[in-house]
């Protein structure tokens, strides 16, 4: 428990997950003031992102007006979610006011995109999703957490396969013919691919679009997600609102198996992963390094090595007595383990 902890959260405003944590914090017994770790698109520290882009970055002048002035505030810790918004002198305005502050990294997404390593200095504890950079790196591993969110009871699965994300040009073509393939075997499909405000104005413009127009075979899927992106097309996979989460977990208590379509270079395991598993649920993915992962039985997760048409359904139907033991993860569970220096 962290009872009378005050504690300084900056996390992404990623599907509302940090609200779930500040919650989850407030239930252990601390007070916590939540900050938005906003990524900036053209941010030096990402790595491949032209210096001619990053001049149009804004991310000194948020931390100077939002962050900066926070982080000379007394706290007992700090948890940084990603570093997206983050520079040495929040840690060092931190420690000023409280020399015994613990401030605790944890990234959620591969850190190879990123130029953060220079920063782990300035933590005491450094947590990644990704059992393998955890080891590359030497820092600690500890997956993702799952939402302790009640469901409605159900009599039987209204769904043979369930997958919510962000619209990527992989994912849509792996649904598409997934569903395509069983359409005519009167499968029931829970798909739901949310399609954002266009977020990188360099690479999604019509001079890009008339170039990939010129080389489709360079471009492979840009020209469909522009027009999808740009409402010039639509698609009964497609939707322009995001999902709830609650209506996300109650949809996936409700289905066979869950689908996990990861970006092609991700190696840890997605939120999605663990809670389908703290549900229940099979899991299909793509992410082959989920065989590391401390939660992996193949009764549970199978890796999509082939066809993605050629899905085995009589795994996906058969049933386990045992079931992975996901307690850990849970959410205030989760928290407890980062926040173990904190006395």
């Not at 992996?296 to 997760?301: E, G, L």
């Amino acid at each position: 428990m962290l009872p009378g902890k005050n504690i300084l959260l900056i996390a992404p405003s990623y599907h509302g997950y940090q609200d779930f944590l500040r919650s989850a914090l407030e239930k252990l017994g601390a007070s916590v003031v939540l900050l938005d770790n906003k990524a900036f698109k053209y941010d030096p520290l990402n790595k491949g992102t032209h210096w001619l882009e990053a001049q149009f970055c804004k991310k000194n002048k948020y931390i100077r007006s939002q962050i900066y002035p926070i982080s000379k505030k007394k706290f007992d810790a700090c948890l940084f979610i990603n570093l997206f918004s983050f520079h040495p002198s929040i840690v060092e305005n931190l420690r000023k006011v409280n020399p015994s502050i613990k401030c605790i990294l944890y990234i959620w997404d591969n850190i190879r995109g990123y130029q953060w390593k220079p920063f782990f200095k300035y933590f005491d504890d450094i947590v990644t999703f990704d059992r393998i950079e955890a080891k590359e790196l030497g820092i600690k591993y500890l997956p993702n957490f799952y939402l302790d969110i009640p469901v409605m009871p159900i009599e039987k699965d209204r769904f043979d396969l369930h997958f919510v994300g962000s619209l990527q040009a992989h994912r849509l073509t792996i649904l598409e013919r997934i569903a395509a393939t069983y359409q005519a075997e009167r499968k029931n499909f829970f798909f739901y691919l949310h399609a954002p405000p266009i977020y990188n104005k360099f690479r999604n413009n019509t001079l890009v679009y008339m170039v990939a127009s010129l080389f489709p075979n360079k471009f492979k899927g840009y020209k469909r997600k522009y027009n999808i992106q740009k409402g010039r097309m639509d698609h009964a996979l497609i939707h322009r609102s995001p999902i709830e989460l609650a209506t996300t977990v109650q949809t996936m208590a409700q289905s066979y198996c869950v689908i996990d379509l990861p970006y092609p270079s991700q190696t840890g395991s997605t939120h999605r992963v663990v809670q389908a598993l703290a549900l229940g649920k099979k899991v299909l993915t793509t992410n082959r390094s989920v065989i590391h992962d401390s939660f992996y039985h193949p009764d549970w997760i199978k890796v999509i090595t082939g066809s993605v048409e050629d899905i085995d359904w009589i795994w996906i139907y058969s049933e386990h007595n045992h079931r992975p033991d996901v307690n850990a993860l849970r959410i205030d569970n989760w928290l407890l383990q980062l926040f173990s220096s904190v006395r």
